[in-house]
């Protein structure tokens, strides 16, 4: 397994309490030890989404929805090039969505990032409506 990719993972693991990386539920791995799908949903997730998630550049799916995730969405997810699903929903992210996700929007078939606290202006590369509904009682 490549060390990069678990190093993603041992952020997940370290915040919470989990025993190693393979304690996260569904993941796929290619021939060459690289994460493809990692699939985390409905899981009660606590915790960031690591600064580092941008190393994960096989990944074709990130499912973390319905968790309890906290935070920014990190510069780095533009970095994930090969994805094809993105599903960030029904989570409590917040502050604004990084323009470097504008990288990855004309290559995802699959996107959701409705039920969190994310606040605008959003990036002019998603449309308003797969943005809303947010509860930006928090933002500024």
């Known amino acids: 397994y490549n060390d990069n990719d678990l190093a993603v993972l041992q952020v997940f693991v370290d915040s919470n309490g989990l025993a190693g990386p393979f304690e996260l539920h569904k993941q796929k791995w290619n021939e060459n030890g ?39 969405i990190p510069e780095g997810i533009g970095n994930l090039e090969n994805l094809d699903y993105l599903y960030l929903y029904s989570n409590q992210l917040s502050g604004i969505i990084p323009d470097s996700i504008c990288n990855i929007i004309p290559n995802l078939s699959h996107f959701w990032i409705q039920y969190n606290h994310l606040c605008s202006p959003y990036p002019q590369c998603i449309p308003e409506n797969e943005i809303d509904p947010q509860n930006t009682s928090q933002c500024p």
């Open 34 to 72: 690289r994460l493809t799908l990692l699939w985390i949903y409905d899981d009660t997730l606590k915790g960031e989404i690591p600064e580092n998630i941008g190393d994960l550049t096989y990944l074709d799916t990130l499912n973390l929805a319905y968790n309890q995730i906290t935070g920014e």
